[in-house]
């Protein structure tokens, strides 16, 4: 689609179109890295995330079941509306947390961890089939349903399924002829920029976001102290230990003493 | 130009269950409270040079330091070494005093300790009797065995001017002592410290008392029952003179059923003494006391600092004093134990000899032992800073100012150093 044979002396107006398509050209390199990163970040977080919930969170999960238990009695104990209440707060509490956990639980944890060519492969495609280049809303559907995929697959760490992709692009439409798809390409040019600035923006809102994220500040802290030789999660984990057993002597108490009538 | 343009909301990421984040912040946030309050900061070593140094003359090494910060007394543990020699280093003009005990050739040395101002020091021998050496007039005087028989007999000391020191180093080897010949019970003084007025002092022997004597006569004045020692003894004194700290370091497992190892005895009350630990083992091979007396701090077989309440006993922080977790870890996660239970312990050839300060102001904690570094934290176990020695640190102590420090190593050397701030 690029004009690889520029005119060595535009005139003002196809100078206009060179500068506006090497514009293009070096936007379209920085939305495919920026969606790397954004991609590579978000697999992280969930990655982390998983193996946060089965070290940890298992063990704040059943610390707020054991809360739930403990305000439990003390409802059965006390029947002032206070502590009914505070029950009631305990036992969403620990269903939250539950579900939660439960559902972190179901998956493997895989560090996510992408080679160089994986990520290599990911900035083409995401060049090629990025749904903000596209030139009508057809096309932008099928590029969506592409760049879905692609995502997928950078996700799960499948370089044949990117390269299936890239065929699928290359192969679409044999038939249009070399003009018409020019014809259709200049025209949205200027759209098209403005389009993938506006990506681009969104982009970097979004990374902004994950990265003030408390996960992304534990996940960094975790990393911190794996260089330095420390395993964080299993120390916290074993901190968290304490705590239970003193909940469950609190509880096998409470469980004893006789209600009011 | 907007109005044709796709809604902002791209429908690129899919809202797949995979890639959105579901764990509660509150989770989160309870995460991250606990990971920054059990991060360790990466760990300073120090490049100076220390500000003064003794070399290296006896290996191993019995190294005790005065309260002014001054004064370092080095002498031959557990080995044999021919006259006794005794080195008192003043590390603010880095003049050394030798003296040699004439008439103990054959007795090993195990525990030493200095005056404040470094005008007497203490040398424990291996049959029970202890050498008083006043370094002011190089006047020498021993204290019997048997305190009935009261005053010191004075002996005589040489005072020796140019020591040639390379006849003085020993063979190194393990950190275990040669055993004295002789029968069972051995009475060998395997701790010693003065009181903070100077009146008196305690000796520990191997043969399960503690005894309070008087300095001038030697004559007992307290005796309390400990239990089977060995030559890892460390006692403290805290600064009011009315609490005394023993930490045992066993070696052998024939010792099965004991819970603890450090004993705090109320030297002036009446209560009882108090055995730290409870259902941890605890063999600890230094500890000492805050300067307010409230706190004592041990260090112990593979190498875990605990920071215990001295009235109560309860265990305040405890963490690794070294960089390697795998040693430690299955020491911590220690549970209680039955009285027919044999207990292992973990190498304390290894870590030996080692100590534990605290600084007066009370915030930081000095600790030196086997891995040959010593290392300053703060009060909760963050540590500060590293200083890295040829061999392992068999003792430490602040100067009172708190800026600097001394520490002194299993061949004999001591040291001066700079303590950041």
């Not at chain 1, 299993?234 to 304490?242: F, G, I, K, T, V």
């Amino acid at each position: 689609m690029v004009n690889s044979n520029p005119d060595p002396n535009p005139s003002p107006s196809a100078q206009a179109s060179q500068n506006q398509q090497a514009r293009f050209e070096e936007l379209s390199k920085e939305l495919a890295e920026k969606e790397l990163e954004l991609a590579t970040l978000q697999n992280e977080l969930a990655s982390f995330e998983t193996r946060y919930a089965r070290t940890v969170g298992v063990y704040f999960a059943e610390l707020d079941r054991l809360d739930r238990e403990i305000a439990r009695e003390l409802a059965r104990l006390h029947p002032e509306e206070s502590y009914q209440q505070g029950y009631r707060r305990a036992e969403k509490k620990a269903q939250t947390s539950q579900e939660a956990v439960d559902r972190k639980l179901e998956k493997e944890p895989k560090t996510f961890n992408p080679s160089e060519e994986l990520k290599n492969l990911f900035r083409k495609v995401a060049k090629t089939i990025h749904p903000d280049l596209a030139t009508n809303e057809e096309e932008r559907a099928y590029r969506t349903e592409l760049m879905a995929r692609a995502n997928a697959a950078y996700r799960d760490g499948d370089a044949a399924a990117l390269e299936k992709i890239l065929y699928e692009w290359e192969h679409r439409d044999e038939m249009k002829t070399q003009a018409e798809k020019q014809a259709l390409e200049l025209d949205g040019l200027d759209q098209k920029i403005a389009r993938i600035q506006r990506r681009l923006a969104e982009i970097q809102r979004k990374i902004d976001e994950f990265q003030k994220s408390e996960l992304h500040q534990l996940m960094l802290k975790v990393k911190r102290a794996e260089e330095q030789g420390q395993d964080l999660l299993s120390e916290m984990a074993a901190n968290l230990q304490p705590q239970i057993r003193a909940a469950q002597k609190y509880l096998n108490h409470l469980k004893q003493e006789k209600g009011p009538g | 130009m907007s109005e044709q343009e796709p809604p902002e909301q791209h429908t690129i990421i899919p809202a797949d269950a995979n890639q959105s984040i579901i764990l509660p912040t509150e989770m989160v946030k309870r995460g991250l409270d606990l990971a920054a309050k059990l991060e360790r900061k990466p760990v300073v070593k120090n490049l100076q040079t220390p500000l003064r140094q003794c070399p290296g003359s006896y290996s191993p090494a019995c190294i005790s330091f005065s309260k002014n910060g001054q004064f370092a007394l080095i002498t031959a543990w557990g080995r044999h070494v021919s006259g006794s020699l005794h080195i008192l280093w003043n590390a603010v003009d880095g003049v050394r005093t030798i003296a040699m005990h004439q008439e103990q050739q054959q007795e090993f040395v195990y525990s030493a300790a200095v005056s404040k101002n470094g005008e007497f020091a203490l040398i424990g021998y291996s049959d029970g009797r202890i050498l008083c050496w006043n370094i002011k007039n190089g006047t020498a005087g021993i204290y019997p065995v048997d305190p009935k028989d009261s005053f010191p007999q004075a002996v005589t000391i040489l005072p020796i001017k140019f020591p040639p020191y390379t006849s003085f180093k020993d063979e190194r080897g393990s950190a275990a002592p040669q055993k004295p010949k002789g029968d069972f019970p051995d009475f060998s003084v395997t701790a010693l410290a003065i009181s903070p007025d100077e009146r008196c002092f305690a000796e520990c022997s191997r043969h399960m008392y503690i005894r309070i004597r008087d300095l001038q006569s030697g004559k007992e004045i307290q005796k309390m029952m400990i239990g089977y020692l060995d030559y890892y003894t460390q006692i403290a004194i805290s600064e009011d003179g009315s609490q005394l700290a023993a930490a045992r370091g066993v070696t052998t497992t024939e010792y099965g059923g004991m819970l603890s190892l450090i004993t705090i005895f109320d030297l002036i009350g009446k209560r009882k003494p108090l055995m730290l630990g409870g259902t941890r083992i605890v063999s600890a091979t230094a500890v000492t006391f805050s300067p307010d007396g409230r706190k004592v701090v041990s260090l112990e077989d593979g190498g875990i600092l605990t920071v215990w309440d001295a009235r109560d006993g309860k265990e305040l922080a405890h963490w690794p004093h070294l960089k390697a977790r795998e040693d430690a870890r299955d020491l911590i996660s220690r549970k209680a134990v039955s009285p027919n239970m044999r207990i292992e312990f973990r190498n304390p050839q290894v870590w030996g000899l080692s100590s534990v300060a605290v600084s007066p102001d009370g915030e930081r904690i000095l600790s030196g032992g086997g891995d040959t570094c010593m290392r300053l934290w703060s009060l909760d176990g963050q540590q500060l800073y590293e200083y890295p020695h040829s061999t392992r640190v068999v003792r430490v102590a602040f100067t009172p100012d708190g800026k600097q420090a001394l520490s002194g190593c299993w061949d004999g050397s001591a040291y001066l150093w700079e303590l950041p701030q």
